[in-house]
């Protein structure tokens, strides 16, 4: 098999933005955070790289537990 070659970063920090921006579609903040947090993502990813407000994050992640339990 041929050897892959990577993404350049700004490319693929262009798609990432565009799954997130897809992901969004039709849903509220928090439900978009919990889809990317269950795709893979990382809490601290979200605030960090992506620019969701930290206080949602929790919330979202909060909620997301809290339903796992019921």
Do not use: C
Not at 14 to 25: F, P, Q, S, V, W
Request: glycine share 2%.
């Amino acid at each position: 098999m041929a050897e892959r070659t990577r993404i350049p970063e700004e490319r693929a920090n262009e798609l990432l933005n565009e799954i997130i921006d897809y992901t969004a579609i039709g849903r509220n903040s928090s439900e978009t955070i919990q889809e990317l947090i269950r795709m893979g993502f990382k809490d601290e990813e979200l605030w960090t790289y992506f620019s969701f407000n930290l206080h949602d994050v929790a919330d979202a992640l909060e909620d997301m537990y809290a339903d796992n339990e019921e």
